[in-house]
């Protein structure tokens, strides 16, 4: 087998299958993202979900039987490194890849397992994607062997719009996100949605910063402050929005945020130590502070184990919970005899037990979200962040149903 890697693109010549034994031997999910560099910390958040999520199967004897071994792989957030990683995974007989930090990345490999699977029939790969939402990836480069569990960038930007729409103190906003694709397209739908429903908002600065190189905000914080914005929208994740507040806070800005991913490692200790109570809002598929027993006792359990990053993301419970559904349904853990089910599978969601469903036309996963805010805690809210004594606190809700949004989605299907 060669690989000839040139620029961005990754060329593979695949030959033959993985032997029966490394197939047979249990149901691998292969975990391809950031183990090292200045996204390890939110890599490694997901990687600790789903050991925990498969020692839980586990004790409950396994899928089919089966038991689920979880295997890392390090793709340093770059697509040349995740291909090859990918590639790694399939010799080692992984048949079901896991990656959610980079949308460059995902819609890399989400090419590359339907060039392989085109190649190798019978030898079918999935993608599951749980957080890379640039909403190419569920439209114009849709693929039936990808899934996505993460609501897009579209769909997230309609409700945190929607939010903005009706907090008439918002006049002027500045936004700032990271240069590539994902942050490319937060930027480009914020500005259509706020001129469509807000038009009397002006955006006094519209700014993209390199991916996790960034070590010090101060100069852009600089810019915000001299734009005279009241609000900052953004999708920085991991340290590039640790970094940006802790900035902030430094400067002393005194802003009201409104991010995806505020949540994600790091995140919530930067607000508390920037002061920033109340002031950073967040769109997404649930918060532990929901009052829902099911969640509750897993978040507890959880945090106990994983006490020193007891973040969740319940968008990699959603994404584990219906793919083994889907693999117990069709009895086997072929992606070609289990996609079908998974096609307009309907599911209660980890956070709350709402109602979800897997839109079969673009394998687009829509699901209630929540717009939260960050700060000091009250009895009826036990769950905090990162040891900080403050965490999420709901303001609203918006169903599965009012998330929806069209796609363009052309879907080749197998046959």
Request: one cysteine or more.
């Given at each position: 087998?060669?690989?000839?890697?040139?620029?961005?693109?990754?060329?593979?010549?695949?030959?033959?299958?993985?032997?029966?034994?490394?197939?047979?031997?249990?149901?691998?999910?292969?975990?391809?993202?950031?183990?090292?560099?200045?996204?390890?910390?939110?890599?490694?958040?997901?990687?600790?979900?789903?050991?925990?999520?498969?020692?839980?199967?586990?004790?409950?004897?396994?899928?089919?039987?089966?038991?689920?071994?979880?295997?890392?792989?390090?793709?340093?957030?770059?697509?040349?490194?995740?291909?090859?990683?990918?590639?790694?995974?399939?010799?080692?007989?992984?048949?079901?890849?896991?990656?959610?930090?980079?949308?460059?990345?995902?819609?890399?490999?989400?090419?590359?397992?339907?060039?392989?699977?085109?190649?190798?029939?019978?030898?079918?790969?999935?993608?599951?994607?749980?957080?890379?939402?640039?909403?190419?990836?569920?439209?114009?480069?849709?693929?039936?062997?990808?899934?996505?569990?993460d609501a897009n960038v579209t769909v997230k930007m309609e409700a945190l719009t929607n939010f903005i729409r009706v907090r008439d103190e918002i006049?002027?906003?500045?936004?700032?996100?990271?240069?590539?694709?994902?942050?490319?397209?937060?930027?480009?739908?914020?500005?259509?949605?706020?001129?469509?429903?807000?038009?009397?908002i002006e955006i006094v600065g519209n700014e993209l910063h390199p991916l996790v190189k960034i070590t010090d905000f101060a100069p852009y914080i600089?810019?915000?402050?001299?734009?005279?914005?009241?609000?900052?929208?953004?999708?920085?994740?991991?340290?590039?929005?640790?970094?940006?507040?802790?900035?902030?806070?430094?400067?002393?800005?005194?802003?009201?945020?409104?991010?995806?991913?505020?949540?994600?490692?790091?995140?919530?200790?930067?607000?508390?130590?920037?002061?920033?109570?109340?002031?950073?809002?967040?769109?997404?598929?649930?918060?532990?502070?929901?009052?829902?027993?099911?969640?509750?006792?897993?978040?507890?359990?959880?945090?106990?184990?994983?006490?020193?990053?007891?973040?969740?993301?319940?968008?990699?419970?959603?994404?584990?919970?219906?793919?083994?559904?889907?693999?117990?349904?069709?009895?086997?853990?072929?992606?070609?005899?289990?996609?079908?089910?998974?096609?307009?599978?309907?599911?209660?969601?980890?956070?709350?037990?709402?109602?979800?469903?897997?839109?079969?036309?673009?394998?687009?996963?829509?699901?209630?979200?929540?717009?939260?805010?960050?700060?000091?805690?009250?009895?009826?809210?036990?769950?905090?962040?990162?040891?900080?004594?403050?965490?999420?606190?709901?303001?609203?809700?918006?169903?599965?149903?009012?998330?929806?949004?069209?796609?363009?989605?052309?879907?080749?299907?197998?046959?």
């Amino acid at each position: 087998m060669k690989k000839l890697i040139a620029g961005a693109t990754v060329a593979l010549s695949v030959m033959g299958t993985v032997s029966a034994p490394a197939w047979a031997e249990t149901l691998k999910l292969g975990f391809v993202d950031p183990l090292s560099g200045g996204a390890a910390s939110v890599g490694q958040i997901g990687l600790n979900q789903l050991k925990f999520i498969a020692d839980q199967v586990n004790e409950k004897g396994g899928v089919n039987g089966e038991m689920v071994e979880v295997i890392g792989y390090d793709n340093q957030v770059n697509a040349q490194t995740s291909l090859v990683q990918v590639q790694k995974a399939i010799d080692e007989g992984v048949r079901i890849i896991l990656q959610g930090n980079g949308s460059s990345v995902g819609v890399a490999i989400e090419e590359f397992v339907a060039k392989y699977n085109s190649r190798n029939p019978g030898a079918n790969v999935v993608y599951l994607n749980y957080g890379a939402v640039d909403p190419v990836m569920t439209n114009e480069k849709c693929s039936y062997w990808h899934f996505a569990f993460d609501a897009n960038v579209t769909v997230k930007m309609e409700a945190l719009t929607n939010f903005i729409r009706v907090r008439d103190e918002i006049k002027k906003v500045y936004i700032i996100g990271q240069d590539y694709s994902f942050g490319h397209a937060v930027a480009d739908t914020a500005v259509r949605m706020l001129n469509d429903k807000r038009p009397d908002i002006e955006i006094v600065g519209n700014e993209l910063h390199p991916l996790v190189k960034i070590t010090d905000f101060a100069p852009y914080i600089a810019k915000i402050q001299a734009s005279g914005a009241d609000s900052v929208i953004t999708g920085n994740w991991g340290q590039d929005f640790a970094l940006l507040v802790k900035a902030a806070g430094q400067a002393g800005l005194d802003v009201n945020w409104y991010t995806y991913y505020a949540g994600a490692a790091g995140g919530p200790t930067a607000v508390k130590q920037a002061g920033l109570e109340d002031k950073v809002f967040q769109v997404s598929e649930g918060i532990s502070n929901l009052g829902y027993p099911p969640a509750e006792e897993t978040a507890r359990a959880y945090g106990e184990r994983y006490k020193e990053a007891p973040v969740i993301f319940p968008r990699m419970f959603n994404a584990t919970g219906m793919l083994f559904k889907a693999i117990e349904e069709a009895g086997s853990k072929d992606p070609g005899d289990f996609i079908p089910k998974l096609e307009n599978m309907r599911y209660s969601v980890f956070s709350n037990g709402g109602d979800s469903f897997m839109r079969a036309e673009d394998h687009q996963f829509f699901q209630p979200l929540v717009i939260s805010t960050f700060g000091p805690l009250d009895s009826s809210q036990p769950f905090d962040e990162e040891g900080t004594g403050w965490g999420w606190k709901k303001i609203g809700t918006i169903q599965a149903g009012q998330t929806i949004v069209p796609t363009t989605c052309e879907m080749k299907r197998p046959g």
